[in-house]
């Protein structure tokens, strides 16, 4: 599946949402949850400097919206032309979340698609909600 013109705008106008007077290196993120319905997030840094990252707010967007659990898919943007993949805190947060067939997209401060990741590739060997008892 490819990124649409339109999520590029969304993703580069949340991009220059991002608050980050301490790195300087604004992240956004577009997820997209099982029924189509796309949210999206941008880092924001605090003094402490445990701030928000861009795919945490967008997960959390879409959570508090809709109520909705599952990703289908999700994008993130970085500054330049470096990839820019999610830290680990936020690939387990993706995995709460995610399903085998959630898409995981990387992609340029252009927005030209830089790699691609299934959940198993981007964590492999995770830990989630099935592993713990009922």
Known sequence: MSVSH???QCLITARNHAYTPYSNHPVAALVEDDQGRQFTGCNVEIA?????????????SMVSQTGSTT???????GPGEALCTPCGDCRQRIREFATVDTEIVVVSGEGEVLKRYSMEALLPDSFGPENLPD
Do not use: F, H, P, Q
């Open 6 to 8: 339109t999520e590029i």
């Open 48 to 60: 402490n400097y445990k701030g928000l990252c861009a795919e945490a707010s967008a997960i959390a």
């Open 71 to 77: 990703l289908a898919r999700v994008v993130v943007m």
